[in-house]
């Protein structure tokens, strides 16, 4: 599964390798298209794993630019959701996918630049507050990835 178009996490995510906090529009993308510099892009955003690309048969109504929602899975046993600030009620896919990562075993973490508290399921048997330590210090790992 390709993005086809879904540029979201251009605009979602913090990219700090290009100088991009979360909720600003990459300066290297094309709102829509894609990536303009995708064949020379760092590494960093060559490795990014959204959930939607990786699920075989993901309704197109899960790609994120559909449901507001990037999910991508940190670590073993947890997916992080970013959602989409403009977003005041989540859709039914999103919550079905979250009930299909829990009935997996997964904790599913969702949060974006506006939540203070991020939400949490968790199936992992340690506390909210583990679960999100866990979170922050996989996302600082993903940050360094190249």
Request: with cysteine; glycine share 4%.
């Amino acid at each position: 599964m390709n993005c086809d178009g879904c540029t979201m996490c251009c605009n979602l995510l913090h990219i700090p390798w290009m100088d991009s906090p979360a909720g600003e529009w990459c300066k290297h993308c094309d709102v829509d298209k894609g990536c303009k510099i995708y064949n020379t892009s760092p590494k960093k955003c060559l490795n990014f794993n959204c959930a939607y690309k990786q699920m075989e048969k993901a309704s197109i109504n899960l790609r994120p630019d559909k449901c507001s929602v990037i999910f991508e899975k940190i670590g073993d046993r947890i997916f992080i959701g970013t959602v989409d600030p403009k977003v005041t009620k989540l859709q039914e896919i999103v919550f079905r996918q979250i009930d299909a990562f829990l009935a997996e075993g997964f904790s599913v973490v969702l949060f974006n630049q506006k939540i203070k508290e991020p939400l949490i399921y968790n199936t992992l048997g340690i506390t909210q507050d583990e679960v999100w330590k866990i979170v922050q210090m996989e996302a600082q790992k993903l940050d360094d990835r190249s």
